[in-house]
């Protein structure tokens, strides 16, 4: 069975916030792409089905392909928990673990689970919707990769693409919580750049990454004592944080070089901080989180190496 206009997959990357949908071609091309502020914590009562046929339902009804979704849709938030793979794990492993779930449309969703790791704190260690970007992104084995954003994560690449171990890093949730909800933002004007106020605060955090409950307090004390202007402080306190996690990321071992991986804004703010602490860095394939999905795809037998539905 061969999926009218050349199309073989739709891949949904279903975050918290957002819901986004490409319809994939031939060797996972993107034809095209669509995306709604529908992500699971604002789906009402849980209606995903709907969610999701409100913004690709016609693709669904035209093309009679599979389906695909990576991120917190397989969360116990979601819409069906996909339970963690372990690391290291790889794509034949997460492909052999997809849950499906079956459509009213007559199609089948897979939903990609995520990994689990324990640290060498003993703690565990979790990630949804990360694992798909890491494959797309083609690392080599021994590579770090870094993925800012609200919760950060680094993670060690080993053979055959496995994700090996990786680390969380509340580090955007962390800078929104204390900006909006403590007493440093009390004297912050937010809305102005001040790269050399996120140098200082990286220069900071890199040193005292150990001390972190501590030295966050110097974002108030900044201020207070004039060292800092207030359009200065929003970004000393993000320059700290993200200060605060290259440290402790690299602290057993400093990689010589790290792959970051994610938004455009938010990376450019990584390799900032990285210069800052004289690790070298590259920036990722952008299509990285379709390309995953693909690679999933295919790793599960739903799609052939040529872009045709698997029979």
Known sequence: MTAPTGTALIALDWGTSNLRASRL???GQVLETRAAAGGVMAVPERRFEAALMALAGDWIEAHRCPLIASGMIG??????????????AGLAQVAAQLVRVELAAGATLHIVPGLSCIGPDGQ???????????????????????????????AWLGEGGAVR????????????????HSIL???MQPGQARPEAFAKGVELGLVEHANATHVIFAARTAGLMGRIEPEGLPDFLSGL??????????????????????????????????????????????????RGQWLVAQAAGLVDGGGRLST
């Not at 969360?75 to 290291?88: F, I, K, L, N, T």
């Open 25 to 27: 071609g031939e060797g």
């Open 75 to 88: 969360s116990r938030q979601g819409w069906r928990e996909a339970p963690y793979a372990e690391c290291p």
């Open 124 to 154: 565990d260690d979790v990630m949804r919707g990360e694992e798909t970007q890491l494959w797309g992104a083609a690392l080599l084995p021994g590579t770090c990769c870094v993925l800012p954003g609200t919760h950060a994560k680094w």
């Open 165 to 180: 171990a990786f680390q969380t890093y509340l580090t955007g949730e962390l800078y929104a919580v204390l900006t909006q």
């Open 185 to 187: 933002g009390r004297l």
């Open 241 to 290: 944080l993200i200060g605060i996690e290259i440290g402790s990321a690299t602290r057993h071992a400093a990689p010589a070089s790290v792959v970051v991986l994610g938004d455009e804004a938010l990376c450019a703010r990584y390799e900032t901080a990285l210069d800052v602490a004289g690790i070298g860095h590259r920036r990722a394939r952008d299509d990285a989180t379709t």
